[in-house]
């Protein structure tokens, strides 16, 4: 049987095996690369890109300009996962505030028509660990999920092939019915 391949961009997680693991459990295979160390286009081995949560803030540009590109140009599924969705909404004009720190299991709303929900109620559970959010989806891209502090909790773009989650999906139950969404796009 053959697996599919996630190239993995690690952006200084520190659940960055959690979110591995998460996906091969879900059957595919993963390739770990660093944000600096990206390759500038896909070359058919990987068939989506994930990129991880940051220790680097999301709105460093230069730092991720690579990345971005990568992303823009690649013709495969991609999903941020909260410092990752920040680092492609804000490439794409989206604007982060500071808010209250928020660690922990919170609940927001989705909007279960999407494929990326298929598997979970229009409330869900995930889990936070961060203090910046996105205010507004940038052009381009929709909101999907919202909670109380988080307006674009979920944002996927027009086109449907990029997607974004405040939360770290790689923690509870729910973020793992997020990702088997996720992963029925690209299997």
Do not use: W
């Not at 909670?147 to 996927?156: D, G, I, M, Q, T």
């Amino acid at each position: 049987m053959a697996h599919s391949r996630v190239l993995v961009v690690n952006n200084g997680t520190l659940s960055l095996s959690r979110l591995r693991k998460r996906f091969e459990e879900l059957g595919s295979q993963t390739e770990t690369v660093d944000a600096t160390s990206v390759p500038a286009r896909l070359t058919g081995r990987h068939q989506a890109i994930v990129l991880s949560g940051t220790k680097v803030r999301a709105y460093d540009q230069d730092y991720y300009k690579p990345l971005v590109d990568l992303v823009m140009t690649a013709e495969v599924p991609v999903f941020g996962i909260c410092g990752g969705m920040q680092i492609l909404a804000v490439a794409a004009g989206g604007d982060l505030a500071e808010g209250p720190q928020r660690v922990g299991g919170y609940q927001a709303q989705v909007d279960t028509d999407e494929p990326l929900f298929t598997h979970v109620k229009p409330t869900v559970t995930v889990f936070h660990r961060h203090t910046l959010y996105l205010q507004r989806a940038p052009e381009g891209f929709r909101s999907i999920g919202r909670s109380e502090h988080a307006p674009v909790e979920f944002l996927r773009s027009d086109d449907g092939r990029v997607y974004g989650a405040q939360a770290h999906l790689e923690f509870r139950s729910d973020g793992l019915e997020i990702l088997r969404g996720f992963a029925q796009l690209y299997q």
